[in-house]
């Protein structure tokens, strides 16, 4: 098994474009989620989803949208990005959110400028 | 104030010493889990756990559901154990997950 998996591992980009950072899982995995880390800060949930076609906010949902229309991925898109969108980002997958072990991916590092 | 602190914020230790770190939590959970951060940056689950105790090698995670506690031990540290360590928190309701700011362990030789 790949695990989870991120791309790019690194992406800068220029205030105002658009991007979208890939998340895929092997594991059938139903439950996924992606977090922002910031220093002096924990990670902190930007949306999650339970299951193909479900998607939920999470604590900083502005600026960022998702979609899951397959167990296997969850992109992350950037609608229009600005510089407080500097972070890494870490997607992680789990069998279901109660009681099971989190599974991260190796996270993208975005610049933007 | 957040929902789930942890102590101490850095920890410089001597390899081989008996290492703590700490994690409180404010809210009914359903699980509490340890999670490990290397210098690269890739996240790795060490512990999850819901009451008692857990041993995986040198590592010792206990929680108290009464006083809403954790602690992490690590046993005779090593360098390699530098990292950062990263307290979580699933709430009993809703979806989430709830982190703590994490403690940066430098075990030195």
């Known amino acids: 098994n790949a695990g989870v998996t991120q791309t790019p591992k690194f992406q800068v980009l220029k205030t105002g474009q658009s991007m979208t950072l890939q998340c895929a899982q092997d594991?059938?995995?139903?439950?996924m989620s992606w977090y922002r880390q910031d220093p002096g800060m924990g990670l902190r949930l930007i949306h999650y989803?339970?299951?193909?076609?479900?998607?939920d906010q999470g604590e900083v949902p502005n600026g960022y949208n998702v979609s899951r229309s397959t167990t296997e991925d969850f992109p992350l898109r950037l609608l229009s990005a600005a510089p407080s969108q500097t972070s890494v980002y870490f997607c992680a997958s789990s069998y279901s959110f109660r009681a099971r072990e989190q599974y991260f991916g190796p996270g993208t590092r975005l610049t933007v400028t | 104030k957040n929902e789930v602190e942890q102590s101490p914020q850095n920890l410089t230790a001597q390899e081989g010493e008996f290492i703590t770190i700490n994690c409180s939590y404010s809210?009914?959970?359903?699980?509490l889990h340890w999670l490990q951060q290397h210098p690269g940056g890739g996240i790795v689950s060490l512990f999850m756990l819901s009451s008692g105790k857990k041993k995986h090698g040198r590592l010792i995670a206990t929680i108290n559901i009464q006083e809403k506690h954790s602690s992490l031990h690590i046993t005779a540290s090593h360098p390699r154990d530098s990292a950062v360590y990263i307290c979580a928190v699933g709430e009993t309701s809703g979806s989430r997950l709830t982190f703590g700011e994490g403690t940066q362990l430098t075990v030195n030789p």
């Open positions: 809210v009914g959970i359903s699980a």
């Open positions: 594991m059938n995995h139903e439950y």
């Open positions: 989803s339970v299951g193909a076609g479900i998607t």
